[in-house]
C-alpha cells in the first residue's frame, strides 16, 4: 500500500526549498541517475519515518485543504490512475501488487506538451498531443517488511486505443494510450513502512521536470512535490518456515 501526497510550494520557494532538501538523502541514487534526473529538471530524494518541521507542514496545509478522511480513502485500483488535483493538493492511497503497474497522474502541465530532454548531453525536443504526465509505480516485496520501488516518469498522449500487450507468457488486450517512456529516469529505492520518496523539479525549472512539476497560476508559475510513503506490506517472510533452522546440539552420548 502507497500514500502518494502532491501539494504546490508556498510563495517563499527559495528558503523552503533549501529547508527541506537539507533533510533529504539523495545519495540513494547512483551519481550517474541523479545526473540525468538533474540534466532533466528533475530531483528525487529518500526521507525517514521521521519527518522535517516543513514537511509536516505541507502535510498540515493539504490535510485542511483536502475533503474527507484521509484514513478512510479507498484503495485505488493499480490500473487506474491515481490522480493529482491540478491546483489543490490530494492523498490518495494506491494498492500497488507486485511487479504490477500502477500509475500516478501528476498535477503538473496538460494539454500538448512540448517537452525538450537531454539524452547523453543530446538535447531533443517533441511536442505530444493531448498529454499528461505521469509517474509508473512497480512495487517488489523483500521480506522483513521493505518493498522496493522502482518510479519511472513517463507521457501518456494521444487518443486511447487499441493496443496488444505482452505478460505473464500471453498476450492480453487492451485499450489504452501511448505512452513515452523514460528508463533511464527510473528512480529505484528500497523502503521500510513510513519511509517515503520527495520529488520535484531542480531550482530552476527546465525540461521534462518543468512539465511535471510547475503550474501556471494567478500569481506566476508554482512548484509542485509528490511525495511517495510506504504504509504497508502483506508479504514478510521474516518467520517463513524456510528461514527457520534446527538449533545446534552437541550428542551427549
Known amino acids: 500500500m502507497l500514500e502518494v501526497t502532491t501539494v504546490t510550494a508556498p510563495a517563499d520557494i527559495e528558503q523552503f526549498e533549501y529547508l527541506i532538501w537539507k533533510h533529504v538523502d539523495e545519495q540513494h541514487l547512483a551519481l550517474e541517475v541523479r ?3 538533474s540534466e532533466n529538471g528533475l530531483r528525487c530524494g529518500l526521507l525517514g519515518p521521521q519527518t522535517p518541521t516543513e514537511i509536516n507542514r505541507l502535510f498540515q496545509e493539504a490535510s485542511r485543504e483536502i475533503q474527507g478522511d484521509v484514513g478512510a480513502t479507498p484503495a485505488a485500483n493499480p490500473e487506474t490512475p491515481t490522480a493529482a488535483s491540478a491546483d ?19 498535477g503538473g502541465r496538460s494539454g500538448d506538451l512540448s517537452v525538450l530532454v537531454n539524452e547523453q548531453g543530446r538535447i531533443g525536443g517533441r511536442t505530444f498531443k493531448e498529454a499528461h504526465c505521469v509517474f509508473s509505480v ?13 518510479v519511472t516518469p513517463e507521457i501518456e498522449y494521444g487518443k486511447p486505443q487499441n493496443q496488444y500487450v505482452g505478460r505473464n507468457g500471453r498476450i492480453e488486450f487492451q485499450i489504452g494510450r501511448r505512452r513515452q517512456i523514460y528508463d533511464d529516469l527510473t528512480c529505484i529505492a528500497t523502503l521500510a513502512p513510513g519511509q517515503m520518496l520527495l520529488f520535484s523539479t531542480t531550482p530552476q525549472p527546465k525540461g521534462l521536470g518543468q512539465n511535471m512539476f510547475t503550474r501556471e497560476t494567478s500569481s506566476g508559475p508554482r512548484k509542485r512535490f509528490c511525495i511517495i ?10 518467520f517463513a518456515k524456510e528461514r527457520i533452522t534446527s538449533p545446534i546440539a552437541t550428542s551427549m552420548e
Open 35 to 37: 545526473g540525468r534526473l
Open 88 to 106: 489543490g493538493p490530494s492523498r490518495k492511497r494506491l494498492q500497488n501488487r507486485a511487479g504490477r503497474r500502477g500509475i500516478i497522474l501528476l
Open 138 to 150: 512497480r512495487s517488489f516485496p523483500q521480506g522483513n517488511g521493505r518493498v522496493r520501488v522502482e
Open 229 to 238: 510513503r510506504l504504509v504497508q506490506t502483506q508479504y514478510d517472510d521474516l
